[in-house]
């Protein structure tokens, strides 16, 4: 003859009080084969209740043996419990334990999600069993929303969902008035005669006598074991169907995906069901989402603003002075600086165009209208080199620059001054100094921070005549050479440093390099980018340390929950998963919301900033989610992790 279902062989249970000890449970031997009726009684404190969780594998003996099927307990993970519980235990608690976010059906369920049974099975057995007893129409309703009664046989629908072999109900009737608690105990004889072994603990001699077998306990131990029908007993005994039970599709191992799609459902129902406290908890991600993204975006935006004004100007310009640097008192001594070291410059390989350079401040006149303005001595390619568009007319050529003719090209500025808003300037005649000159040209007006200077006005002619007639001098203030496209900055660099320090002798000049200063924008840029991104992060930390906060409370808060789904068999990595896709989905969630309200700043940001706006960089974007799936993994993990480590008991006994 095979062993018995349950055997327990001097089962012991003691729990820690402060430093004294309590055995609750004292050798318990019990036998109990698969389709008995047993009931437990016994005064309130006598152990009843440990007995019955050591039965359904919600606890463990301290001492001595307890085997399911054969199965010794004692050796078994809790995953491996949680299986048992899962597959073969169906408990009835007598405050029946629903989950009061959860309706009828999906209380009903829950067993079966986590022994991965699909959907379109689970749904119709669900409704099937509902509607057995008697709860048809009840279906949808939350546990609040039904009677004592209702709720219990809810409960025993759960207990049977995954069709557990043993049914074990912890004062079932104790909560319920005496026509719903027959009503419990009809169900219970049904699920006896059906062949199933239903343990059940109970006070009332009534409800003991529908038992076959009576079990007393005293301060934690059996005092009487009597059988009322002994006969009847040893029968079921032979033809228990214990083990054809155990292959059913509990036993089947879930994917990964599966089990994921079950936390993300689990976590959504809880979300929901705590709104507001959700939206409070994502509002720090919402803040440190919104700010990095922000920032990153406003940071990209100036930069980028910053290099299209100096792209403007001719990035891979090289200015050229006499002197040792800026502001060289001897620079106005040093003559060595002369057109034919233009000439020269013109020549080599990497030179794009270059023009020498004089200028003096003098008063432009033109009719009765004086005005102070830069004269700038230039060579013809100035407008190639600087990149300057002419508005109107034409820049001088080669032939005016060689023979110092007298015309000018003047800027949008001083053409409004000199002209008004108006008046025509080409052909007009220019006073510049006591030099008369024809304007040709009005250079085009070019927007932003170096364009020109909103107050500065400039004339250009050529140097020739401005040498000659102007300035006074052959020496040259400048020259400024473009590189061409493509060639390296900083070796063209060297090359006119070599062929000027030939040429002179001796290095009594320097050059000022425009590609170094957009380094320096770069880089600047990066730093404050950088220094910004971090104050942001810091408050996305923050942010994160919220979510921790709010769910462990969540986790304290929703300790009896737990103690359901492990009683009902969900594994510890059940529990784990559930949690941190909560912690998760806040924080993703929180992200979504954080990228829509920069998006929605970038929107009143155009409308007070119109020289530049926020670049949003795919990049930013997904670390923005990447950061914040990894705020909710790393700061839901030890909420998670406390989650998972509960003990089934203790977290039920919990209010
Ligand atoms: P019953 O269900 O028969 O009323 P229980 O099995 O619930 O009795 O409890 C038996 C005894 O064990 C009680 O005296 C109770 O105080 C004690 N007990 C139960 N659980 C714990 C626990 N987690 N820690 C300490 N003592 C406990
Ligand atoms: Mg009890």
């Given at each position: 003859?095979?062993?018995?279902?349950?055997?327990?062989?001097?089962v012991t249970?003691r729990?820690?009080?402060?430093?004294?000890?309590i055995?609750?449970?004292?050798g318990i031997?019990?036998?109990?084969?698969?389709?008995?009726?047993v009931?437990?009684?016994?005064?309130?404190?006598s152990?009843k209740?440990?007995?019955?969780?050591?039965?359904?594998?919600?606890?463990?003996?301290?001492?001595?043996?307890?085997?399911?099927?054969?199965?010794?307990?004692?050796?078994?993970?809790?995953d491996?419990?949680a299986?048992?519980?899962?597959?073969?235990?169906?408990?009835?608690?007598q405050?029946?334990?629903?989950?009061p976010h959860?309706?009828?059906?999906d209380n009903?369920?829950?067993p079966s999600?986590?022994?991965?049974?699909?959907?379109?099975?689970?749904?119709?057995?669900?409704q099937?069993?509902?509607?057995?007893l008697?709860?048809?129409?009840r279906?949808g309703?939350?546990?609040?929303?039904?009677?004592?009664?209702?709720?219990?046989?809810v409960?025993?629908?759960?207990?049977?969902?995954?069709?557990?072999?043993?049914?074990?109900?912890?004062?079932?009737?104790?909560?319920?008035?005496?026509?719903s608690?027959?009503?419990?105990?009809?169900?219970?004889?049904?699920?006896?005669?059906?062949g199933?072994?239903?343990?059940?603990?109970t006070?009332?001699?009534?409800?003991?006598a529908?038992?076959?077998?009576?079990v007393?306990?005293?301060?934690g131990?059996?005092?009487a074991?009597?059988?009322s029908?002994?006969?009847?007993?040893?029968?079921?005994?032979?033809?228990?169907?214990?083990?054809?039970?155990?292959?059913?599709?509990?036993?089947?191992?879930?994917?990964?995906?599966?089990?994921?799609?079950?936390?993300?459902?689990?976590?959504?129902?809880?979300?929901?069901a705590h709104?507001?406290?959700?939206?409070?908890?994502?509002?720090?991600i919402v803040i440190?989402?919104?700010?990095?993204?922000?920032?990153?975006?406003?940071?990209?935006?100036?930069?980028?603003?910053m290099?299209?004004?100096?792209?403007a100007?001719?990035?891979?310009?090289?200015?050229i002075?006499?002197?040792?640097?800026?502001?060289?008192?001897?620079?106005?001594q040093i003559?060595?600086l002369?057109?034919?070291?233009a000439?020269a410059?013109?020549?080599?390989p990497?030179?794009?165009?270059?023009?020498?350079?004089?200028y003096r401040?003098?008063?432009?006149?033109?009719?009765?209208?004086?005005v102070?303005?830069?004269?700038?001595?230039?060579?013809?390619?100035?407008?190639?080199?600087?990149g300057?568009?002419l508005?109107?007319?034409?820049a001088f050529?080669?032939?005016?620059v060689?023979?110092?003719?007298?015309?000018?090209v003047?800027?949008a500025n001083a053409r409004?001054?000199?002209?008004?808003?108006?008046?025509?300037?080409?052909?007009k005649t220019?006073?510049?100094?006591n030099?008369?000159c024809?304007?040709?040209?009005?250079?085009?007006?070019?927007s932003?921070?170096?364009?020109?200077?909103?107050?500065?006005?400039?004339?250009?002619?050529?140097y020739t005549?401005?040498?000659?007639?102007?300035?006074?001098?052959?020496?040259?203030?400048?020259?400024?050479?473009?590189?061409k496209?493509?060639?390296?900055?900083?070796?063209?660099?060297r090359?006119?440093?070599?062929l000027?320090?030939?040429?002179?002798?001796?290095?009594d000049?320097?050059?000022?390099?425009?590609d170094t200063v957009?380094?320096?924008?770069?880089?600047?840029?990066?730093?404050?980018?950088?220094?910004l991104?971090?104050?942001?992060?810091?408050s996305?930390?923050?942010?994160g340390?919220?979510?921790?906060?709010?769910m462990?409370?969540?986790v304290?808060?929703?300790?009896?929950?737990?103690?359901?789904?492990?009683?009902v068999?969900?594994?510890?990595?059940?529990v784990?998963?559930?949690f941190?896709?909560?912690?998760?989905?806040?924080c993703?969630?929180?992200?979504?919301?954080g990228?829509?309200?920069s998006f929605?700043?970038?929107?009143?940001?155009?409308?007070?900033?119109?020289?530049?706006?926020?670049?949003?960089s795919?990049?930013?974007?997904?670390?923005?989610?990447a950061?914040?799936?990894?705020?909710?993994?790393?700061?839901?993990?030890i909420?998670a992790r406390?989650?998972?480590r509960?003990?089934?008991?203790?977290?039920?006994a919990r209010?």
């Amino acid at each position: 003859m095979t062993e018995p279902l349950l055997v327990l062989n001097g089962v012991t249970r003691r729990y820690r009080s402060g430093d004294k000890e309590i055995e609750v449970l004292r050798g318990i031997d019990l036998t109990i084969a698969a389709g008995e009726f047993v009931a437990i009684m016994g005064a309130s404190g006598s152990g009843k209740s440990t007995l019955m969780n050591v039965l359904g594998c919600l606890d463990r003996p301290s001492a001595g043996q307890y085997r399911v099927g054969g199965i010794d307990v004692r050796r078994l993970e809790p995953d491996a419990l949680a299986q048992l519980r899962r597959e073969r235990f169906g408990f009835i608690f007598q405050r029946y334990h629903l989950m009061p976010h959860l309706t009828a059906a999906d209380n009903v369920q829950v067993p079966s999600v986590y022994a991965g049974t699909p959907r379109a099975t689970r749904v119709p057995r669900a409704q099937a069993l509902l509607a057995k007893l008697g709860l048809a129409e009840r279906a949808g309703h939350r546990p609040n929303q039904l009677s004592g009664g209702q709720q219990q046989r809810v409960s025993i629908a759960r207990a049977l969902m995954n069709d557990a072999d043993v049914i074990l109900a912890d004062e079932p009737t104790g909560a319920l008035d005496s026509r719903s608690g027959g009503e419990v105990m009809r169900i219970l004889c049904e699920l006896h005669a059906a062949g199933r072994t239903v343990v059940i603990v109970t006070h009332d001699e009534h409800v003991a006598a529908h038992a076959r077998r009576i079990v007393e306990m005293r301060d934690g131990a059996i005092v009487a074991d009597r059988r009322s029908d002994g006969a009847a007993v040893a029968e079921r005994r032979d033809d228990a169907p214990v083990s054809a039970r155990a292959a059913g599709p509990a036993g089947r191992l879930r994917p990964m995906t599966s089990r994921l799609a079950q936390a993300f459902a689990t976590a959504c129902a809880a979300l929901l069901a705590h709104r507001l406290r959700t939206m409070l908890t994502m509002l720090g991600i919402v803040i440190g989402i919104m700010a990095v993204v922000s920032i990153v975006a406003v940071g990209e935006g100036a930069k980028r603003y910053m290099l299209d004004e100096i792209g403007a100007m001719g990035t891979n310009t090289i200015d050229i002075y006499p002197g040792r640097d800026w502001g060289d008192s001897d620079a106005s001594q040093i003559k060595t600086l002369v057109p034919a070291d233009a000439e020269a410059l013109g020549n080599e390989p990497y030179v794009d165009s270059v023009t020498p350079r004089v200028y003096r401040t003098a008063t432009v006149r033109h009719g009765n209208v004086d005005v102070q303005a830069t004269v700038s001595g230039v060579g013809e390619h100035l407008f190639r080199v600087r990149g300057l568009a002419l508005a109107e007319g034409i820049a001088f050529d080669s032939e005016a620059v060689r023979r110092n003719a007298q015309v000018a090209v003047i800027d949008a500025n001083a053409r409004r001054k000199l002209f008004g808003a108006r008046g025509q300037a080409i052909g007009k005649t220019i006073l510049v100094g006591n030099v008369p000159c024809v304007v040709i040209g009005v250079a085009a007006e070019k927007s932003g921070m170096w364009g020109g200077g909103m107050n500065e006005l400039t004339v250009w002619v050529p140097y020739t005549t401005a040498g000659a007639r102007i300035v006074g001098a052959r020496r040259l203030d400048g020259i400024i050479v473009r590189i061409k496209a493509g060639q390296p900055s900083e070796a063209a660099e060297r090359g006119i440093v070599d062929l000027l320090t030939r040429r002179h002798g001796r290095k009594d000049f320097f050059t000022y390099n425009m590609d170094t200063v957009v380094k320096t924008v770069r880089a600047t840029g990066r730093t404050l980018t950088l220094l910004l991104s971090l104050i942001a992060v810091v408050s996305l930390v923050v942010g994160g340390i919220g979510v921790m906060n709010i769910m462990l409370v969540s986790v304290t808060e929703r300790t009896r929950e737990i103690g359901i789904r492990m009683a009902v068999g969900a594994r510890r990595s059940d529990v784990m998963l559930q949690f941190l896709v909560e912690a998760v989905l806040v924080c993703l969630m929180g992200g979504a919301i954080g990228i829509a309200l920069s998006f929605g700043a970038s929107v009143v940001f155009s409308a007070f900033v119109s020289q530049w706006s926020m670049i949003f960089s795919i990049g930013s974007l997904v670390s923005a989610v990447a950061g914040s799936t990894a705020i909710g993994v790393g700061f839901g993990f030890i909420p998670a992790r406390n989650a998972a480590r509960l003990d089934p008991v203790e977290a039920l006994a919990r209010d």
